[in-house]
């Protein structure tokens, strides 16, 4: 079988023309992506009432009860029915951008996942973390996560723990901290 090899000097004529040093591709990797993947996927705001999407770290459930979350809470976002149109799906890509990108510096390990809830009522996402007690990443990280979907400062984010939330009496769970 016969190949058809490129001219001897082709990738050394091309460099020096532009006088750049090839380099491959390996030297660019940074941080491969550790705790996550992500796929071309439906957007949220497509999605049926009912439906939920969620992005958890490698080898923790989203679910209350999973050993990572128990002691933890959530940042959440409600949303009226008309940002589903408007803010729904630049807010849920934002947030995948935050745990991928991993947004909240030192406390980044604290942050298990993410889960976007559909619903007719009103849409929500939050972003979970590991330990309610730990004031000091909770806040951090509510504080990164408010900015980086551009919320004015204005507007307050609650934090509600798990444990509240599993044992709520009405409709409405108590923040445990506000940004």
């Given at each position: 079988m016969e190949?058809?090899?490129?001219p001897p000097h082709a990738e050394e004529d091309g460099a020096e023309d532009s006088g750049k040093e090839?380099?491959?591709p390996e030297a660019y990797i940074k941080h491969p992506l550790q705790n996550s993947l992500y796929n071309h996927i439906q957007l949220s705001s497509n999605l049926m009432?009912?439906?939920d999407y969620s992005l958890f770290k490698d080898g923790i459930e989203p679910m209350w009860e999973d050993e990572r979350n128990?002691?933890?809470?959530?940042w959440l976002?409600?949303?009226t029915k008309q940002q589903r149109r408007l803010d729904l799906d630049r807010?849920?890509?934002e947030t995948l951008l935050c745990l991928v990108g991993e947004?909240?510096?030192d406390y980044s390990d604290d942050v298990c996942g993410a889960v976007v809830n559909i619903r007719n009522k009103g849409d929500k996402i939050a972003v979970w973390t590991s330990d309610y007690e730990n004031r000091e990443a909770v806040t951090h990280i509510g504080r990164v996560y408010k900015e980086r979907l551009g919320l004015p400062m204005k507007m307050t984010i609650g934090y509600q723990s798990h444990a509240d939330t599993a044992t709520k009496s009405?409709?409405?769970t108590k923040n445990k901290f506000v940004v």
């Open positions: 190949t058809n090899p490129s090839m380099v491959s009432s009912g439906c128990k002691r933890g809470g959530r976002i409600t949303l807010f849920w890509l947004a909240f510096d009405g409709s409405t």
